[in-house]
């Protein structure tokens, strides 16, 4: 395949310089626009023409060269950053297989038999994000679509299983729960999706994975979906996919990240000091701009105290931990997505996956611990090809956070500030060598000192 920077792209394509490649498999021409992906054997001009109305100006990468194999009905692996516009790339070929199934006579989607379509995702936030795309996209084409995940009561979630839907979406351990009990079939499904599965393989799933796919005949279509590629995302793509196209979109290195995100650092005495930059330099940006803001901490009791602290403040803000019920969870997502909070303070859980439009900013208030973690987190803003900025608070004694940002910076091509180089050398300190305070005439007795 042409590498991407030869092309000139305009306002009718999607305006990104990664590059693309395909890893292996058979190479397709990339549908890049609206009018490339409409035609006989392709997706039909009125679903086109809604993405259009929706304000879709073009195909993002993944979705111009994973169109075209997945509607010849191969199998692919996709590899590319959260924030691609993978959800659709792999939905909408998902709906149109199914309705010519059912054109053919050859899918009757019912209780008895399962759905058609199957989507796993690792936790229950990304599954909820995806039932919604699917809800949302899926029923012009009168595609239903369900959602179970853990957390949450199974009753509920049954009956909509009840209902047939053509599509569900799926956290490994609810679905193998329903597998077990019968309150669900896989013996018909034509489809199989699995999104973020380095993440899920991060998360020990893969068992859950093995016993799913053993319920699903070996006759299907797969896409596979990972923003990075370890060898066991590798061993998991040997196992479930038939001679796949391989699409890679940008580095698999796990320190790249979008080159759309500006990351700086704020240099910090104490905790006060945080406060002071979120309340005279965060808020009053996000006041002026409307936008929206995620503050990463690493603990749920810090998570909690902010969200206490602010809130009674009068800031807009959220909270998302995993001490919260599903009630509370859904209910600060939907605030934060509807910009009815303007502040969502989370714990990781957030960093992956979570596709929110208007996130101004990604604040670290607590700087991440490795490389993967950060990307992830930062990786909230600046996605489909809008632009954000990442803020990381970092003592002078910070000096593994501070490795971590350089070393992201430094692939991102961002030049690296001084601040930064001087606390990852460990001469990020206030020392001077010179007597200061009450010491700077030359004794501290005079000055309040001991004697």
């Given at each position: ?12 394509q999607w305006k ?9 498999g ?67 070929p ?8 059912q ?16 989507v ?11 039932f919604?795309?699917?809800?949302r ?106 001679t796949?196209?391989h ?34 330099d965060?808020?009053?940006m ?76 990604v604040?670290?208030?607590?700087a ?33 956070p ?41 004794g501290?007795?005079?000055g309040?000192?001991?004697?």
């Amino acid at each position: 395949m042409a590498e991407e920077s030869t092309v000139v792209w305009g306002d009718t394509q999607w305006k990104d310089d990664d590059k693309v490649r395909v890893i292996h498999g058979e190479t397709y021409e990339p549908w890049r626009s609206w009018d490339a992906c409409s035609g006989p054997w392709k997706f039909p001009a009125g679903l086109m023409q809604f993405l259009l109305s929706a304000g879709f100006k073009s195909p993002t990468q993944i979705q111009a060269h994973t169109w075209p194999v997945l509607m010849d009905g191969k199998d692919v692996i996709g590899v590319a950053k959260t924030g691609s516009g993978k959800t659709l790339g792999y939905l909408l070929p998902g709906y149109i297989k199914v309705k010519r199934e059912q054109m053919k006579g050859h899918c009757d989607v019912n209780h008895a038999n399962g759905p058609a379509m199957l989507v796993m995702a690792p936790t229950r936030e990304l599954c909820q994000q995806i039932f919604e795309e699917s809800d949302r996209f899926g029923k012009p084409a009168e595609i239903k679509t369900a959602c179970v995940f853990g957390g949450a009561p199974k009753h509920p979630q049954v009956r909509c299983l009840w209902d047939g839907p053509h599509c569900v979406c799926a956290t490994p351990g609810r679905l193998t729960d329903f597998l077990r009990d019968g309150s669900i079939k896989l013996s018909h499904i034509l489809y199989l999706v699995l999104d973020e599965a380095d993440r899920m393989l991060d998360m020990g799933f893969k068992p859950q994975i093995d016993e799913i796919t053993s319920y699903i005949p070996p006759e299907r279509q797969t896409a596979l979906y990972t923003a990075t590629w370890p060898k066991e995302v590798k061993q998991i793509a040997d196992t479930l996919t038939r001679t796949p196209t391989h699409i890679q979109v940008g580095s698999t290195d796990s320190a790249t990240t979008n080159a759309d995100i500006t990351q700086n650092v704020v240099k910090i005495n104490n905790e006060a000091d945080k406060m002071r930059f979120l309340e005279e330099d965060i808020f009053p940006m996000l006041q002026r701009s409307g936008g929206c803001a995620l503050l990463f901490v690493k603990t749920k009791k810090t998570a909690h105290q902010l969200y206490e602290t602010l809130s009674k403040a009068g800031a807009p803000i959220v909270c998302l931990h995993g001490d919260l019920d599903q009630m509370r969870r859904d209910q600060s997502l939907y605030a934060f997505k509807n910009g009815k909070a303007k502040v969502l303070v989370a714990t990781d859980v957030a960093q992956r996956g979570l596709d929110i439009k208007n996130v101004q900013c990604v604040i670290n208030y607590d700087a991440a611990g490795n490389v993967e973690d950060y990307v992830h987190r930062i990786g909230r803003t600046g996605r489909a090809g809008e632009k954000g900025d990442a803020y990381t608070l970092l003592y002078d004694h910070d000096r593994g956070p501070a490795q971590v940002v350089m070393t992201v910076m430094r692939k991102s091509g961002q030049e690296v500030p001084p601040m930064l180089k001087e606390i990852v050398e460990g001469g990020g300190s206030n020392l001077t060598g010179q007597w200061t305070g009450r010491y700077s005439k030359g004794g501290g007795k005079g000055g309040g000192g001991y004697g």
